[in-house]
């Protein structure tokens, strides 16, 4: 099998209080696109990064030293349009495609791999990690309580079958759906979707007190 991957870098730093685009932000001298890459050129041979068009050349520089073959295209406005983008850069010959989010950067391999592994039984996988607080579902002011144990958190890398994932994405384009992962997607149109155990580490960088969790773990390292 010929894996590849998608890796969604087109996001803002406002939200870490950056100037600069979040993956792009570093931790102990490399930026979080490049820790999410390096993990993915371990289980693929191509990585395509979707990154904001205006800031390519310094993409391409921070994955210089990934071993997979990286290539860096300009995003999307929306996260599924960056996806779209990233596939239509993916080789043809890729049976297999891993889609990660930057902001994940410090997922461990290992994820990878079990989403790979589980694609023998599925079309596509989403690492999931339990529910640990109370839910609540809240309308109007009045809240409904759900059972946190059929509930789970889901995170990236997310695998799939490659014809699964290119033909959802088609229609989803042409029907204009716009799904809240890549999951969600393939589950719209009657692909089997299961889950994979995710990781803590996986955690989302996406406000400033997330970015200083990972830059104390690397200091105490």
Known sequence: MTVAAVVTAAGSGTRLGR???????TIAGTPLVAWAASS???VCEQVVVTAPAEHLEE?????????????????GA?????????LAAVSPEADEI???????AFMPVAVSGRALAALDAADGVIPVL?????????????????????LGGVQTPQAFR???????????AAGGFEGTDDGSLLAAYGYRVVT??????????????????????????
């Open 130 to 150: 339990p529910v640990v607080d109370t839910i609540v579902a809240t309308s109007g002011g009045e809240v409904r309580y759900l059972d946190r144990s059929s």
């Open 162 to 172: 490659a014809s699964a994932l290119r033909d959802a994405h088609a229609r989803a």
């Open 59 to 75: 993409f391409r520089r921070a994955v210089s030293h990934v071993a997979a073959r990286v290539t860096v295209v300009a995003g």
């Open 40 to 42: 993915l050129a371990a």
């Open 98 to 104: 891993l889609v990660h989010d930057a902001a994940r």
């Open 19 to 25: 100037d600069l685009p979040k993956a792009l932000v």
């Open 196 to 221: 994979c155990e995710g990781d803590p580490e996986g955690r989302k960088i996406t406000y400033a007190e997330d970015l200083d969790h990972f830059e104390r773990r690397w200091a105490r390292a």
């Open 78 to 86: 929306t996260r599924q349009q960056s996806v779209a983008l990233g």
